[in-house]
């Protein structure tokens, strides 16, 4: 072989090595923590114990003991005697005040003629008996109502019969009973064609409760089609059910930093979701992966495989808002002290048989804080790092730092990031009253929820093992920070901001490409707001970090620094819609639009509201204390009058947001906002109720 010839292919061979190391380079292949503290919270947690933790709590769905609500939740003993176990001592179980509870003892339902047979028994699943059925003894005929429409119902002779429905017990109960009824058995299933025997975790709300028993779709077709081929069938049907009274019960625990006064990370899961819902994923594994990441940042502290913390960490464990709600009440001062919060709900599924993602849900502009873009960095790294396993043979692993459990799966790690979703206890962090910026972290879609089949099968260690690393490595970076952590996440967050920018003009750029003539002012007024609302929120979220190391020159002029590239940066991206604009102009063959405000807009931008004391005093619900006069005086007594009520109040926090600014900001978050005129009125309303200045 030639030299040439040699030198030649040996840089060939260098140039197909140099690209195959291109192809494995990832942009979010970074950590914000030292990767070898990142290392030991990965290798201390594990996806294994957290899936026992669900074993042991929820195991299958059952009737909760009467001893429950007598004395202590077991769910409540578990969670403290666990963490106690690992040497946290201070952890304890608060009781917040009573609440009342239904609760099935005993149901069943059999055919009496013209077959013996058993349909439907509360000890063998208690989603049979939907919640809020009363007490029954009855034999009955079995009447086909279809999904129990008017049209349906017209003509039937329903008294003393129990009708059987393919639509939710719920649904029909009032109307059913009405009409003589004396029971329901519904076949209603979320997804019949994803599992024929789930039964989903419903109730009847009713002043004159007879009862419900939910059956499978598999059952349910076959019940129907007896009775549409003209078959009489009777059934007996049993139900014996109680209203306890219980008291609210929050285990919480404490793991302290080094500073007392630096402040603190809330976690929050619930135990319970309806006393008598038992639920392996939504959300014991929520709360089974609180408990493994308190256990394991105590064990690393410990050992002193990990520096603690400056700032201390926080768990609580409670009944869904009925418990997040009373304990942020009686918490105030130590809310205070709280930078952020992280709520686990429903973080444990086996994502690829479900064909769901884990998600991080961001906070709105009414919140802003970095937390939103810690959360998502390690989302990112998990994702750079696990992207696929190769366990032999020649193939190069992408799982550079594998995140896998003993009997979990080897998939890839599938996540998404997404815009705010309330409807979980993160919302009560986020409260306008309350303001400790919040994000949720949960497994979705979720074929399995509120449903019978919502068991340990369907939950996965390896997932679970990621949700506790992604989360006690958020918690750690933020309890951790000083200057130069401060300052690596305040670069994180302009770099996200300058891409959040980027995003929000690439899809208003298309909507303006695809506008009329008539519609291009408006599409183009939208993609100038939009920008603007991004860079005020970016702006403002850059700015949270200084609360990380508030003495630090260096980080103060940094952060100014970036502040100023953001607004850069919208600069630019606004002469590039400029330029878009007059193009699609020339395109339609139209006059180039020109971007000014009405009277009304130029006096809303000079009107800058601000939050008063008392939205803080007044601690969480705080909006509750607006009076029924006071808001029918200024029109929002009805529902639908304000659409976007909370956020404008969030937006007001701290004056630096306009009237006209609050308007931009939620037109960008929103695909319904209110109107200039509404959001205005509200804010007076706000300001009547002492809760707002605008002086």
């Given amino acids: 072989m030639s030299k040439c010839r040699s030198l030649l292919l040996a840089v060939l061979f260098l140039g197909y090595i140099s690209a195959a190391a291109q192809e494995y380079v990832n942009p979010f292949y970074h950590c914000l923590l030292n990767e070898a503290y990142y290392d030991q919270l990965v290798g201390e947690s594990s996806g294994d114990r957290t899936f026992n933790y669900i074993m042991d709590i929820a195991p299958y769905e059952r009737d909760r003991k009467h001893s429950d609500y007598t004395g202590e939740f077991f769910e409540s003993k578990y969670v403290v005697e666990k963490l106690k176990s690992y040497g946290i001592d201070n952890a304890q179980t608060l009781k917040l005040g009573k609440t009342k509870t239904w609760d099935g003892v005993s149901a069943s339902l059999w055919e009496v003629s013209p077959n013996t047979a058993k349909i439907a028994d509360y000890q063998d699943l208690a989603a049979i008996l939907a919640q809020g059925s009363a ?62 025997i789930q039964i989903p975790n419903s109730g009847i709300r009713s002043k004159n409760p007879t009862f419900c028993f939910n059956i499978t779709p598999r059952d349910g077709y076959a019940l129907r089609d007896r009775l549409l081929y003209g078959e009489k069938i009777t059934v007996h049907a049993k139900v014996e059910a109680t209203n306890e009274e219980t008291d609210i019960e929050v285990p919480t625990c404490y793991i302290p930093g080094t500073d007392p006064e630096a402040g603190e990370v809330v976690f929050v899961a619930h135990l319970y979701e309806g006393y008598v819902k038992l639920g392996a994923n939504d959300n014991t594994s929520g709360s089974a992966a609180l408990i493994e990441t308190a256990r394991t940042i105590q064990e690393l502290y410990q050992s002193g495989r990990l520096p603690r913390a400056k700032r201390g960490m926080r768990f609580i464990w409670v009944p869904e808002f009925q418990g997040s709600i009373p304990w942020a009440i009686a918490n105030k001062e130590t809310l205070e002290k709280a930078l952020c919060a992280i709520n686990l709900d429903m973080v444990g599924l086996w994502l690829s048989k479900s064909e769901g993602y884990y998600c991080v849900h961001r906070t709105t502009m009414g919140n802003p804080h970095y937390l939103n873009d810690v959360a998502e960095s390690f989302f990112h790294y998990m994702g750079a790092t696990n992207r696929s396993f190769v366990a032999t043979g020649m193939g190069r692993p992408d799982a550079t730092k594998p995140v896998f459990s003993l009997t979990g799966s080897h998939d890839p790690f599938y996540y998404t990031i997404n815009a705010h979703y309330g409807a979980s206890d993160h919302e009560v962090f986020n409260d306008w009253g309350v303001q400790v910026p919040s994000v949720i972290m949960i497994t979705w879609p979720d074929n399995y929820y509120h449903t019978s089949g919502d068991r340990p099968a369907i939950c996965d260690p390896t997932q679970l093992h990621r949700a506790v690393v992604i989360a006690a490595a958020s918690a750690y970076t933020i309890a951790s920070a000083e200057e130069d952590g401060a300052i690596k996440i305040a670069s994180e967050v302009a770099s996200n901001g300058d891409k959040r920018l980027a995003v929000k003009m690439k899809y208003d750029l298309a909507q303006m490409g695809n506008a009329s003539a008539e519609e291009l002012a408006a599409a183009y007024k939208s993609a100038r707001w939009n920008q603007d609302a991004v860079m005020n929120n970016e702006v403002a979220t850059i700015a949270t970090v200084l609360e990380l190391a508030p003495e630090s020159k260096a980080l103060a002029s940094y952060v100014q620094a970036l502040q100023k590239g953001i607004r850069e940066k919208a600069k630019l991206n606004a002469m590039e819609i400029d330029a878009a604009m007059k193009a699609c102009a020339a395109r339609l063959e139209c006059a180039p639009v020109k971007l000014e405000l009405t009277a009304e807009e130029k006096a809303a931008s000079k009107v800058y509201p601000r939050a008063t004391p008392k939205v803080k005093e007044g601690g969480y619900g705080v909006m509750r204390t607006i009076s029924r006069d006071l808001m029918a005086k200024y029109g929002f007594d009805k529902r639908g009058a304000v659409i976007n009520g909370s956020e404008i109040a969030k937006l007001t926090t701290d004056g630096t947001n306009s009237i006209l600014d609050i308007k931009k900001m939620v037109d960008a978050q929103f695909p319904v906002g209110d109107s200039l005129e509404t959001i205005t009125r509200y804010i007076q309303m706000l300001e009547e109720a002492g809760l707002v200045t605008t002086k």
């Fill in 135 to 196: 007490n029954a003894d009855v034999k009955a005929e079995l009447v086909w109502i279809g999904r129990g429409s008017d049209k349906e119902l017209e003509g039937l002779d329903l008294n003393g019969k129990i009708v059987v429905t393919e639509a939710s017990g719920g649904r029909v109960h009032d109307k059913v009973v009405a009409k003589g009824a004396v029971g329901v058995i519904s076949y209603n299933s979320p997804r019949p064609l994803v599992d024929p």
